[in-house]
């Protein structure tokens, strides 16, 4: 990937000797504490507490100029930014920034070599510093000698926009600028801005070298053959990729290319609230020295975390090195996979816990990346709300939907792969009424996907959504499997069926989709 990036204001910004290139973990655990950044848990990781407890999707912009006006699709999700706005706001966050205390590292984004991009991270913050050297991939001392950045990002927590001069909405913001190669982070100390800006980058670089990016976590068996999971957050992705009986390749962003598969990162991004060493032992093992926590509760006299805590935020987070995995894959690339799974936690309990999906269908439930938000997650959210987010992750997608659904449909024909929908919310009845499905009975059913057993059973039609779903799986009782027989109020069943049915025909009216991906969808019935 060839950089255009002007370089000369940035390094004239870090040659003032205040600055610290690419220290290692514990330098910069001694730098957080110093600093008085961040505290040390009892379990050896770093805790960090956010102004922000998550995203801030609606203070994230794109410049629009003759690289991105044609290509970028425009809207709520991809707001412009003028050339002009983005000069002087960034004129701005270098004088902020000119004479303070910052740490750098030099990284990759992109564990296949032929596609992998060099990224330099500038911030402000040192446990930010030890936050990317963890999450993306770190360069060896000899790849360190040629590494030039393709990429820059400059995160600038303590500097705050004014949205009357600097076109913001808010005093947070997060600016990409594709002709510059750089990401403008401000007014937010959330962590996962800086992460997740990388990934936006990398979706809008990668099809056109015909790489599929996905947001998506990723594993792989003995037999070599590796697995997807796309989903949104909460739904269990980081969770059911976590499996000991697999190698793990990645939990969050990947991509599919000629070669295969491919993680964009070198570390793992968990979400931690109710965290338990029962059912999630690997993540468990991996919150140790070298990790960082994002907004947990400490016991203030022991320093033990307190993973039950949502008092801050239910957004609890986790960093870790991949390698913090026992059986994580070195590097983070694999063949093609055989089956792709898509996760939703529907709180309407109507779903199935799995279904097997045909490419067309695919295609519709990719495009309409459905989960849904429970009553008490969200200030002012009394019941359960559906949420559609497009690709499972429309937030980083500046390209037309279609470009991502079209990459998965081809990719899933090419290599005759299985497409599979799980159902990690809850059944027989809705959120209050019914209870969310036990996390081993949803290992079992993608164990038994994944792995090739769950293909030769037999399957039935299910009429609301049109969904094939086995009669059988091992290791799951029958009665499970069948969303309307959970229920004991079947008519209750069929009305929360048809109310699901009917959000996501009107969700999916704003979609450019061929009539068979339109036709494999749900119907409105009015």
């Not at 936050?131 to 360069?139: A, E, G, N, S, Y």
């Not at 004014?162 to 750089?182: C, I, K």
Request: hydrophobic share 40%; with cysteine.
């Amino acid at each position: 990937m060839a950089t255009t990036m002007h370089v000369s204001d940035v390094a004239e910004l870090l040659s003032d000797g205040r600055t610290h290139f690419n220290l290692p973990p514990a330098a910069l655990v001694e730098h957080s504490i110093r600093r008085d950044e961040a505290k040390l848990a009892a379990n050896g990781t770093l805790v960090g507490y956010t102004n922000r407890t998550g995203r801030s999707p609606k203070d994230k912009f794109v410049v629009k100029d003759a690289v991105t006006a044609n290509s970028v699709a425009w809207g709520a999700v991809n707001a412009p930014m003028e050339v002009d706005r983005f000069d002087a706001l960034y004129d701005r966050v270098m004088e902020h920034l000119r004479g303070r205390e910052l740490f750098v590292q030099d990284l990759f984004c992109g564990a296949d070599p032929e596609y992998r991009m060099p990224v330099r991270i500038i911030t402000e913050y040192a446990w930010h510093n030890l936050f990317v050297r963890q999450l993306f991939l770190r360069p060896s001392a000899e790849e360190l000698k040629t590494h030039r950045p393709e990429f820059t990002v400059i995160s600038a927590p303590e500097f705050k926009a004014y949205p009357q001069r600097d076109g913001t909405n808010s005093e947070v913001f997060v600016a990409l600028n594709f002709s510059r190669r750089t990401v403008l982070i401000g007014g937010t100390s959330y962590a996962g801005e800086m992460k997740k800006s990388i990934f936006s980058v990398m979706n809008f670089l990668l099809p056109p070298r015909n790489v599929f990016p996905m947001h998506c976590s990723a594993n792989v068996g003995h037999n070599g053959v590796s697995a997807l999971f796309f989903g949104l957050s909460g739904t269990g992705k980081t969770t059911l990729s976590a499996d000991p009986s697999r190698g793990l390749i990645g939990d969050d962003e990947h991509g599919w290319s000629a070669n295969g598969v491919f993680n964009f990162e070198g570390g793992c991004y968990a979400k931690c609230i109710k965290l338990s060493q029962k059912n999630e032992p690997q993540i468990w093992n991996a919150l140790r020295f070298g990790c960082v926590l994002e907004n947990v509760t400490l016991d203030p006299h022991s320093r033990i975390p307190d993973y039950d805590d949502g008092s801050k935020t239910e957004n609890t987070r986790a960093a870790y090195p991949v390698d913090f995995i026992d059986n994580a894959v070195i590097p983070g690339v694999s063949g093609h996979p055989q089956n792709v799974v898509f996760l939703t936690a529907d709180a309407f309990g109507v779903l199935p816990p799995i279904a097997r999906l045909t490419p067309e269908q695919a295609m519709y439930h990719f495009l309409s990346g459905y989960t849904a938000k429970v009553a008490g997650t969200e200030a002012g959210l009394n019941e359960a709300q559906a949420t559609f987010s497009t690709c499972f992750g429309a937030p980083f997608m500046p390209l037309p939907p279609k470009t991502y659904a079209e990459m998965l449909g081809r990719r899933l024909r090419e290599h005759a792969a299985q497409c599979w929908l799980v159902n990690t919310g809850w059944q027989g009845g809705p959120y209050g009424v019914g209870k969310r499905m036990d996390i081993p009975y949803t290992r079992a059913m993608v164990d038994a996907a994944v792995e090739g057993y769950l293909i030769k059973e037999e399957f039935e039609v299910e009429p609301t959504f049109g969904f094939s779903i086995p009669k059988a799986c091992p290791g799951v009782p029958p009665q499970v499997l069948n969303p309307r027989n959970a229920w004991a109020d079947k008519a209750a069943y069929d009305k929360a069926a048809e109310d699901l049915r009917n959000r996501f025909a009107k969700n999916f009216e704003a979609f450019d989709a061929s009539p068979e991906v339109r036709a494999a969808g749900p119907k409105a019935r009015r």
